[in-house]
């Protein structure tokens, strides 16, 4: 059984900083492309970021570009989002998903998905 089981959200002022970690089980993680996507409050879903499983180059959106960065330790089958220089519309549900078809910019359609972390960014 897939289970993708996010953590490290939490409150933070504008301006600071958040890891977030995906713990996965269930499959050949080393062999699957991970992404993180997010859901603002009473916004859709907009995918993030993706790590590509043949180690190439991540991909993110324009709205996180040179503030967030994916990554991923195969030996431990888990999957990061350092980020930094968080704004107050990053303030979201973050969710760990794998196998997303698609392109960033589009609605992910992902295989399996984790039950999310919240990140909020408030003063």
């Known amino acids: 059984e897939v289970q993708l089981v996010e953590s490290g959200g939490d409150l933070v002022q504008p301006g600071g900083s958040l890891k977030l970690s995906c713990a996965a089980s269930?499959?050949?993680?080393?062999?699957?492309?991970m992404s993180w996507v997010r859901q603002a409050p009473g916004k859709g879903l907009e995918w993030v970021s993706i790590?590509?499983?043949?180690?190439?180059?991540?991909d993110y959106a324009d709205s996180v570009k040179g503030r967030f960065t994916i990554s991923r330790d195969n030996a431990k089958n888990t999957l990061y989002l350092q980020m930094n220089n968080l704004q107050p519309e990053d303030t979201a549900v973050y969710y760990c998903?794998?196998?997303?078809?698609?392109?960033?910019?589009?609605?992910?359609?992902?295989?399996?998905w984790g039950r999310g972390t919240q990140v909020t960014v408030s003063s």
């Open positions: 790590s590509y499983r043949n180690g190439g180059r991540p």
């Open positions: 998903a794998s196998r997303c078809s698609g392109a960033i910019g589009q609605v992910p359609n992902c295989n399996s």
């Open positions: 269930g499959f050949i993680f080393s062999n699957t492309a």
